[in-house]
């Protein structure tokens, strides 16, 4: 799943930003 969202974020998607942004809060909480 994350490496689905680091290609669509690499291809420009606007929407990508924001799940990468979701990503990183959540990798916050678990480290």
């Known amino acids: 799943t994350y490496l ?3 290609n669509e ?3 420009g998607g ?3 930003k ?3 942004i979701l ?3 959540e990798a ?3 480290f």
Do not use: C, F
């Open 23 to 25: 990503l990183t809060e």
């Open 9 to 11: 974020y690499l291809k």
């Open 18 to 20: 924001l799940l990468m």
């Open 28 to 30: 916050q909480q678990r």
């Open 4 to 6: 689905a969202i680091v």
């Open 14 to 16: 606007d929407d990508t």
